[in-house]
């Protein structure tokens, strides 16, 4: 009896090449035809370095002044670098992720499984972006979580007015005394970031004198997630800075409610500062919603929208 993994007879090579060729555009199916004439176009290592680098602090430069920050990249805040991108083409947008990887929470669909899910209507938002579903009704399923974070991630970063600043950290808020909003002491507005390579931050204890960097924004859009090592950031400077008066705390899981509430408490918390996404429930005391992202990806939309607004006043 044969095993259902017994090798098949190895084929002549060159039909095997001939094989995979076929389905590949000319030029990669010329060269998988000559791999013993192969070699790359020359280079030069300094070449290499500059081509990063003069690019690198191009962007540091243009960027420092932006129209809007958006600070994390996980479901909510690539899901608001998406919409904002889109609509606005004519804004220079910025945003920080603390992480290496961009995608917060948003490779694994819950616990360690692939899949994820979205209630209706989040659907809207795949069929906008351009991602697959299996539609089961109240709701849809994206067969693997990381298909939904690369395909956004990817329109995301192909757009000519966003630039993502990754392994970098926003370390305080820039502010500015605003007349009009005292209602917790002296009230300031938001007016960008101060930012550091994530790995300085992570020092700050152990290194003195690591000053950070900073870019003016006048509208901010906080999507750190909830309370955990980098969570829940600006909220929580809102409440040491004295503009919140405490924080209520996410609550315990209740699908149900906490993604309605998420996407309806998107808003401006103090002027020039939108919070959307899971940061939302600490400010509100909002329930926990687990593993389904349809409130993270329309919480990003509503942020994108209110910032608009609030630039354009
Ligand atoms: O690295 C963080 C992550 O990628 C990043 N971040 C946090 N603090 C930062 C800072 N500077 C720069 N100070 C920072 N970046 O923010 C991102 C947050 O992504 P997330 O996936 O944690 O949050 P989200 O609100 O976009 O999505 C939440 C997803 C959750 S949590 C949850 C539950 O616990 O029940 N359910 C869902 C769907």
């Known amino acids: 009896a044969q095993l259902a993994f017994a090798p098949k007879k190895v084929k002549d090579a060159a039909a095997e090449v001939e094989d995979r060729a076929a389905g590949l ?4 199916a010329e060269m998988m035809g000559n791999w013993d004439d192969f070699s790359f176009a020359p280079i030069r290592e300094s070449t290499v370095s500059r081509a990063m680098t003069r690019r690198y602090f191009a962007d540091l430069d243009k960027y420092a002044e932006s129209d809007i920050v958006i600070i994390g990249a996980g ?71 990381a298909l939904f974070t ?83 950031f600006s909220v929580k400077r809102l409440v040491s800075m004295k503009q919140l008066e405490q924080l209520e705390g996410m609550r315990g899981l209740d699908m149900q409610r906490a993604e309605d509430a998420i996407v309806k408490n998107t808003r401006e918390i103090v002027p020039g500062l939108i919070v959307g996404g899971m940061e939302l429930s600490e400010i509100d005391g909002a329930n926990r919603m687990g593993p389904t992202f349809g409130a993270m990806a329309l919480s990003g939309v509503k942020a994108a929208e209110e910032a608009i607004r609030v630039f354009d006043l």
Not at 25 to 28: A, E, N
Not at 92 to 109: D, K, M
Not at 165 to 182: C, H, K, M, Y
């Open 75 to 145: 479901s909510c805040g690539l899901s608001a670098a998406y919409t904002l991108g889109k609509l606005r083409p004519d804004l220079r947008i910025t945003v920080i992720e603390a992480g290496v990887s961009p995608g917060g929470g948003a490779w694994l669909g819950g616990q360690l499984f692939s899949a994820m899910v979205m209630r209706k209507p989040a659907d809207v938002f795949l069929r906008e972006v351009g991602v697959p579903y299996e539609d089961e009704g109240d709701y849809v399923v994206v067969k693997h979580a």
């Open 150 to 232: 690369s395909t956004v991630l990817s329109k995301v970063l192909a757009m000519d007015n966003v630039k993502l600043f990754n392994a970098t950290t926003v370390e305080d808020l820039i502010t500015r005394p605003d007349p009009d909003s005292e209602d917790i002491g002296p009230g300031v507005r938001i007016a960008g970031v101060v930012t550091n390579w994530t790995l300085v931050s992570m020092h700050h204890d152990d290194q003195s004198c690591m000053d950070p960097n900073t870019i003016n924004a006048p509208v901010v859009i906080s999507t750190t997630g909830h309370d955990g090592p980098f969570g829940a």
């Open 25 to 28: 555009t000319k030029p990669l």
